[in-house]
């Protein structure tokens, strides 16, 4: 297998990177108005609605950059999944390093991992600081792409990264709604290259962990029909939460259950029927914690919701899952947020770990059986690091660190074919 060009400074600067730029900032205020879509937008797929310079992390005017690119802040239309045009925000990153491999440069879009539900989590509102603290709400937001998209600008490859459909720009984050994940990251996809003036058919990637897993699977096996135009060739999904009803179980009572709340509130938004069931098995406590965590980011989630039992925020006692188990409306809700029934176009790396604390392997490892069953060229990683304080999500992060580099590896070998 090829080697990524700079391997060892690469393996270097990683851990670098992981100890800078920990500031402690409010969300920066100058792009609220970026954010609040116009009136009348393009209503194609990609189309770029509005861009803005970004600073990348730690950059300070008049000093010279020390990262390997130049960032914009980008909104682009996208789809609901209704078929409705939605305005998305998010970031296109030019690499200074050149592209050596064969053809155009390369993007590989970036689905972020779970951040949160609240508009100041939006990545692309975090991309000088990684961390941002708001004493006025209070907030902890954080971005954790920066490892990714270093490895990759180093190699010359375009980076985008989407804020997801609700995230930063009004309505609700439909979080791991798998239609609108997959149209957010593709457009991104689309968007990236317009933005560069890039060739339309300049190949592209995803790749995502955790929550961008299953973003960069349903991208991966939705490219063929919603953006048949596209280059794609290759998708890295680590940790996807490919069925939420295996999901759900295996969060609650963890230090991040009140992403079910995230589930429940993006679902809600685009099933009316959940909404009904939902208010009414929830008791007070259960509705006032699902419109608190609408507009948390996941610091603020784990600190307030953490090992909590959503047995708790029901009338009868039940957890949430035994709720949706108990509706066939909510049952159907859950089952068409299913990855794995449509086939990717592209070679596809899949990451599971057998003790991971939120994502359940046995599903992980469905998806790679359910794709195989279809003829797609998939292969599953399997993470065996023992368990280390379950509950603490632990064995769910390690395991993004540990794959890092084979991820981005298959990803570099993949575009330059």
Same mark, same amino acid.
């Given at each position: 297998?090829?080697r990524i060009?700079? &391997?060892?400074s690469?393996t270097v600067?990683?851990?670098?990177?992981?100890?800078?730029?920990?500031?402690?900032t409010a969300?920066?205020?100058?792009?609220?108005?970026?954010?609040?879509?116009p009136?009348h937008?393009?209503?194609?797929?990609g189309s770029i609605?509005r861009s803005?310079p970004s600073p990348?992390l730690?950059?300070?005017?008049?000093i010279p950059?020390q990262w390997?690119g130049?960032?914009?802040?980008?909104?682009?239309?996208?789809?609901?999944?209704?078929?409705s045009?939605a305005?998305?925000?998010g970031?296109?990153v030019?690499p200074?390093a050149?592209?050596?491999?064969k053809g155009?440069r390369p993007?590989v879009v970036l689905?972020?991992g779970?951040?949160?539900?609240?508009?100041?989590?939006a990545?692309s509102k975090l991309m000088?600081f !990684?961390?941002?603290?708001?004493p006025?709400?209070?907030?902890?937001?954080v971005n954790y792409? #920066?490892?990714?998209?270093?490895?990759l600008l180093?190699?010359?490859?375009?980076v985008?990264?989407?804020?997801?459909?609700?995230?930063?720009?009004?309505?609700v984050h439909?979080y791991?709604?798998r239609?609108?994940?997959?149209h957010?990251m593709?457009d991104?996809a689309r968007a990236?290259?317009?933005?560069?003036g890039a060739?339309?058919?300049?190949?592209?990637a995803?790749?995502?962990?955790?929550?961008?897993?299953?973003?960069?699977?349903?991208?991966a096996?939705? #490219?063929?029909?919603y953006?048949?135009n596209l280059?794609?060739r290759?998708?890295y #999904?680590?940790a996807?939460?490919a069925d939420?009803?295996?999901?759900i179980?295996?969060?609650?009572?963890?230090?991040?259950?009140?992403?079910?709340g995230?589930?429940?509130?993006?679902l809600?938004?685009?099933? !009316?029927?959940?909404k009904?069931?939902?208010d009414?098995?929830t008791?007070?406590?259960?509705?006032a914690?699902?419109?608190?965590l609408?507009t948390?980011?996941i610091?603020d989630?784990?600190l307030?919701?953490g090992?909590?039992h959503?047995?708790?925020w029901?009338?009868?006692?039940? !957890?949430?899952?035994?709720?949706?188990a108990?509706?066939p409306d909510?049952k159907q809700?859950?089952?068409e947020?299913?990855?794995?029934?449509?086939k990717p176009?592209?070679?596809v790396l899949l990451?599971?770990g057998?003790?991971?604390?939120?994502?359940p392997y046995?599903?992980?490892?469905?998806?790679y059986r359910?794709?195989?069953a279809q003829?797609?060229?998939v292969?599953?990683v399997t993470?065996t690091?023992?368990?280390? &304080?379950?509950g603490?999500?632990?064995?769910h992060?390690?395991p993004?660190?540990?794959t890092?580099l084979?991820?981005?590896?298959?990803?570099?070998?993949q575009?330059?074919r």
């Amino acid at each position: 297998m090829r080697r990524i060009w700079g &391997f060892i400074s690469v393996t270097v600067t990683v851990g670098a990177l992981a100890g800078t730029g920990l500031g402690l900032t409010a969300p920066s205020a100058q792009a609220a108005d970026f954010y609040t879509p116009p009136a009348h937008f393009a209503s194609a797929p990609g189309s770029i609605i509005r861009s803005e310079p970004s600073p990348l992390l730690l950059q300070v005017p008049g000093i010279p950059n020390q990262w390997p690119g130049t960032a914009k802040r980008i909104m682009y239309t996208s789809t609901y999944q209704d078929g409705s045009p939605a305005p998305v925000t998010g970031t296109v990153v030019e690499p200074t390093a050149p592209w050596r491999g064969k053809g155009p440069r390369p993007t590989v879009v970036l689905g972020p991992g779970t951040v949160g539900q609240g508009d100041q989590c939006a990545g692309s509102k975090l991309m000088n600081f !990684p961390l941002a603290i708001d004493p006025a709400k209070p907030s902890i937001a954080v971005n954790y792409t #920066a490892p990714d998209m270093y490895l990759l600008l180093i190699n010359g490859v375009r980076v985008a990264i989407t804020d997801y459909i609700g995230m930063g720009t009004p309505g609700v984050h439909t979080y791991v709604n798998r239609a609108e994940s997959g149209h957010a990251m593709l457009d991104a996809a689309r968007a990236a290259l317009k933005v560069a003036g890039a060739p339309a058919d300049a190949p592209v990637a995803f790749s995502g962990y955790s929550q961008g897993g299953g973003a960069a699977a349903s991208a991966a096996e939705l #490219a063929s029909t919603y953006a048949p135009n596209l280059n794609v060739r290759a998708t890295y #999904a680590g940790a996807p939460p490919a069925d939420l009803s295996k999901v759900i179980d295996k969060i609650d009572g963890s230090f991040i259950a009140g992403g079910i709340g995230y589930a429940i509130n993006g679902l809600e938004a685009r099933y !009316p029927k959940l909404k009904t069931i939902v208010d009414r098995e929830t008791n007070p406590n259960g509705r006032a914690a699902l419109r608190r965590l609408s507009t948390q980011c996941i610091g603020d989630t784990g600190l307030t919701f953490g090992f909590q039992h959503t047995s708790a925020w029901t009338r009868t006692g039940e !957890p949430l899952s035994a709720i949706v188990a108990r509706y066939p409306d909510a049952k159907q809700v859950i089952d068409e947020q299913r990855i794995g029934r449509l086939k990717p176009n592209a070679p596809v790396l899949l990451e599971g770990g057998i003790n991971d604390d939120v994502i359940p392997y046995g599903q992980v490892d469905q998806l790679y059986r359910d794709w195989r069953a279809q003829g797609a060229d998939v292969a599953l990683v399997t993470n065996t690091i023992p368990p280390i &304080f379950p509950g603490l999500v632990v064995n769910h992060a390690l395991p993004m660190v540990t794959t890092l580099l084979p991820a981005t590896n298959f990803l570099l070998t993949q575009l330059n074919r």
